[in-house]
């Protein structure tokens, strides 16, 4: 688990480029970001078909899969860096005019930004493969040696006062060599599929463009809900409320990805299960993906957003206490964004796109107008409202237009899922503020109370049947001691 890298990082980020480097640091994140929206959509769909055509042990379909993918995202990589370069002029003198940084030096940093754009998309159709082939084990290891390795190589060319192009320098030597890792763990899974960009299929090309475009726009709403506050606050504000805004949605960001990973498997089992026509399982595959996901988000987002105030003044500095509501308003919202992933994943692994691509524009449209608004007329706090407001709507949307389709059962998502977690949650936290509150703690008081407060929240879910003895099994499955408590907690 690498999520908490971020959070010592960025305090040292901050201390050696300063606020104002930071926000330039964060305007290349979000230009990295959206550039990556350029693939069109193309993960999600070898995703989904690796798993099939695996399934049926189709390697023909699989070679000419991963000659096709690869040669469509070594077109994209070559145009998005075209882009870049051919718009690099009106990007440094719109986005980046109040940055401390001179001209000549963000032109130099420009180039760089295009490299590690262009590797950042050669990754993907390697990620595809690797996850549809169902082995999260595997491309999760890789997205951590990227975060521990970027990390590291940032520690140390800041260390040596390389400054913003230390920070891009690291970027693209972790990118590269995850690059590397990529396609020597793929060509160990599959030696029967030698990969050649030079042997793509037009046909097959067809056959991935006919699906993936339609997903191409839930992709937009994720790029759009994560970046484009942060350009609108540079060109409305400048860069210093832009790294303000960064360190709030980055921090909301990983806290996400924490309850998120759980989430990883869902597609291709989905698209597998889907393959063989078990309906059933489908359905228990949706429920209990909640169920989990109620179960480690719920308590982790709400304690955070409580003690988000003190956590900032510890983590960033008290000068920097504004972030600390924009982060307690990102994490509740991203976490609400987030149960719309199963049902979402399980969609896309039955070829079904309609409410994710409808949920999508709707989301895109109120980002869009909204966050527009709001952020010229109120800076960061406009920003922070903007967002959460078309994650909810959206959010919202979709969970009401999946339930209508599939006819599962909204209310039994609602008591099976998150009933007890919610409950169990706000109770412990309710108890541990009453007898101390987290003013004036420092790192280890806060953890202490983390550890009081999940003993409290476990012991409200024991106490309230959460678990089955499916739960149980998995559990002792993947940690052997768990048998021990299969004998001692009661199940639903």
């Not at 979000?30 to 042990?57: F, P, R």
Request: glycine share 8%.
């Amino acid at each position: 688990m690498v999520w908490p890298i971020p959070f010592f990082l960025i305090p040292f980020i901050l201390k050696k480029v300063g606020v104002a480097g930071y926000g330039t640091w964060a305007v290349f994140l979000a230009v990295i970001s959206l550039t990556s929206l350029a693939e069109m959509g193309l993960t999600g769909t070898l995703t989904k078909q690796v798993a099939q055509y695996y399934a049926h042990k189709d390697f023909g379909a699989l070679r000419r899969l991963a000659d096709t993918g690869l040669m469509l995202y070594a077109v994209i990589a070559l145009l998005a860096v075209l882009a870049l370069e051919l718009g690099s002029r009106y990007g440094i003198s719109r986005l980046l005019g109040s940055s401390v940084v001179s001209a000549e030096e963000i032109k130099v940093l420009w180039h760089w930004l295009c490299a590690v754009v262009a590797v950042n998309i050669l990754i993907l159709p390697f990620y595809s493969f690797i996850t549809g082939l169902q082995r999260m084990d595997l491309s999760n290891m890789l997205s951590y040696f990227n975060s521990v390795c970027a990390a590291l190589l940032t520690v140390i060319f800041l260390s040596r006062e390389w400054g913003l192009r230390g920070l891009l320098c690291a970027n693209l030597a972790a990118v590269s060599l995850t690059l590397i890792l990529h396609l020597w763990m793929l060509r160990k899974l599959l030696p029967q599929v030698g990969v050649n960009p030079f042997r793509f299929d037009l046909r097959e090309v067809k056959h991935i463009l006919s699906f993936s475009v339609q997903l191409y726009l839930t992709q937009i709403a994720v790029g759009i809900h994560t970046q484009i506050d942060k350009l609108y606050l540079a060109f409305f504000t400048g860069v210093g409320a832009a790294g303000w805004y960064n360190i709030a949605g980055e921090a909301a960001w990983k806290v996400r990805t924490v309850p998120g990973l759980l989430l990883t498997p869902v597609m291709a089992a989905a698209s597998e299960l889907d393959a063989r026509g078990e309906e059933p399982k489908i359905r228990e595959l949706y429920y209990r993906s909640h169920k989990y996901l109620a179960c480690l988000g719920v308590p982790l987002v709400l304690f955070v957003a409580a003690a988000s105030k003190r956590v900032v003044d510890l983590w960033v500095g008290p000068r920097l206490s504004m972030v600390a509501i924009p982060l307690a308003v990102l994490v509740l919202a991203n976490f609400f964004n987030l149960t719309s992933g199963p049902g979402y994943l399980i969609l896309i692994g039955q070829g079904v796109l309609g409410p994710g691509v409808s949920s999508a524009l709707l989301g895109i449209g109120v980002n869009l107008t909204l966050s527009f608004l709001l952020t010229y007329m109120y800076g960061l706090t406009g920003a922070v409202v903007g967002t959460s407001v078309a994650l909810v709507v959206a959010t919202a949307y979709f969970l009401y237009q999946f339930h209508r389709l599939t006819k599962n059962p909204f209310g039994k998502l609602l008591r099976e899922a998150y009933l007890k977690p919610v409950v169990s949650s706000l109770v412990a936290l309710t108890i541990l503020l009453a007898f101390s509150p987290f003013d004036g703690m420092g790192w280890g008081g806060l953890s202490l109370q983390a550890m009081i407060f999940s003993a409290m929240y476990f012991l409200g879910l024991i106490s309230s049947r959460f678990f089955d003895q499916f739960d149980l099994a998995k559990a002792e499955s993947l940690v052997p001691i768990a048998r021990i408590a299969r004998r001692i907690i009661r199940v639903a």
